[in-house]
């Protein structure tokens, strides 16, 4: 069932119209669609459906192989774009955790061993001044101010 409202406003009159509107079984019917499919329509369908699968998991497994296929001709062009590069860098894929270590850090200092730059220091380096442990940095009232 369908109302619609008319108003018409002329001056200081004013004419509403209501109409209600109830459509027949028949116009009911034609306004559903419902499709109709041709026996040779009928026929495609059913010798490409598989046997035991629902409609919906055929469907699905197009669309996988089609996923597939896709997966496989972007392989297939970046092997095609890999094999235009020339170079090839010599990398070693055999590299354990202890290599690595050992490369990328610095090595311990031995116990008992000074290098020659030590043991000159030690021999003709006699001055040690006393100095106080700050590390911090100066204050205000011990800057080096010259004093009047």
């Not at 031995?110 to 003709?124: F, I, P, S, Y």
Request: overall charge positive; hydrophobic content about 30%; glycine content about 4%.
């Amino acid at each position: 069932m369908c109302s619609v409202v008319i108003t018409l406003v002329r001056g200081v009159r004013t004419l509403t119209l209501t109409l209600t509107l109830t459509p027949t079984r028949q116009q009911q019917a034609e306004c559903c669609f419902r499709p109709t499919l041709d026996a040779k329509s009928v026929a495609l369908a059913e010798a490409r459906r598989q046997k035991g699968l629902e409609v919906h998991e055929a469907l699905l497994l197009v669309k996988d192989g089609y996923e597939a296929k896709c997966e496989e001709r972007r392989r297939q062009k970046q092997q095609a774009e890999e094999a235009e590069c020339t170079f090839k860098p010599a990398t070693n894929e055999r590299a354990n955790e202890k290599v690595v270590a050992r490369v990328t850090q610095p090595p311990p200092p031995k116990e008992g061993r000074q290098t020659t730059l030590d043991r000159e220091v030690a021999e003709h380096c006699t001055f040690k001044p006393a100095t106080n442990d700050y590390r911090g940095g100066l204050s205000a009232s011990r800057t080096d101010k010259p004093s009047l």
